[in-house]
């Protein structure tokens, strides 16, 4: 069985600060990552994916994630907040025989000016 | 090009009343969920079909709760008997194939249960 675990339920930075969202992974198969981020009243947004090719994963509006097998970790950074990035962010899960997701249970980030 | 649509946005039954909510995914695409969102969480599995077959309801919390997508496109949820525990936001998501591709979602129907 698959499961994510988001350490964090809300983190709070300043404009311009780095941004550090994490998230660790159990999976029995080889696990295909997600982060998705969700903005208030709005649908679900794919920020980025791993599916075992590179570890670096670049997504959009500049995040970026690692994936570290030997840590079972799954971290979504991004160099420089901007207030725009203020939302839910959650870390997903997938594997097995189709793309049933699993989500973690949502990391709210903050932006202060 | 429209992405995953969903209607109603926003639907409020009395408790034991009977509700459908649709989903409309993206054009071509074979694919199709639906998950449950419960305030402040994350979004939970429902059912998954491949084109006009549910392959999978294994998240369905009981048997009030029936999808079906008899032509491969459109997906109907229908809840019966709705409880205020099925208030919650259902979210639709469609991808082009299986395995790994990248499933789109659509804004959601909010069902409130009074």
């Known amino acids: 069985a698959q499961s994510v675990t988001q350490l964090d339920s809300h983190v709070s930075v300043s404009e311009g600060t780095p941004v550090l969202l994490r998230c660790n992974y159990s999976?029995?198969?080889?696990?295909?990552l997600f982060w998705y981020v969700q903005h208030p009243n709005k649908g679900l947004q794919l920020l980025l994916k791993y599916t075992s090719a590179a570890t670096l994963v670049k997504g959009i509006n500049g995040f970026e994630a690692e994936f570290k097998k030997s840590e079972t970790s799954f971290h979504l950074t991004k160099p420089s907040a901007h207030m725009s990035d203020a939302a839910e962010y959650f870390c997903v899960v997938s594997g097995g025989g189709f793309q049933k997701l699993v989500f973690g249970t949502g990391t709210r980030l903050l932006v202060s000016p | 090009g429209a992405g995953v649509s969903q209607s109603p946005r926003y639907k409020v039954a009395k408790r034991g009343q009977d509700v459908a909510l649709r989903c409309d995914p993206i054009s071509g695409h074979v694919s199709l969920f639906w998950y449950q969102q419960a305030l402040g969480q994350g979004p939970e599995f429902l059912t998954y079909f491949q084109n006009e077959a549910q392959l999978d309801k294994s998240g369905l919390p009981s048997d009030r709760f029936f999808a079906e997508r008899p032509e491969g496109s459109v997906s109907t949820l229908k809840i019966q008997r709705t409880q205020q525990e099925d208030s919650a936001v259902y979210l639709c998501a469609s991808s082009l194939e299986t395995n790994t591709d990248t499933q789109y979602f659509g804004p959601g129907t909010r069902l409130t249960v009074l």
């Open positions: 999976s029995s198969y080889s696990p295909s």
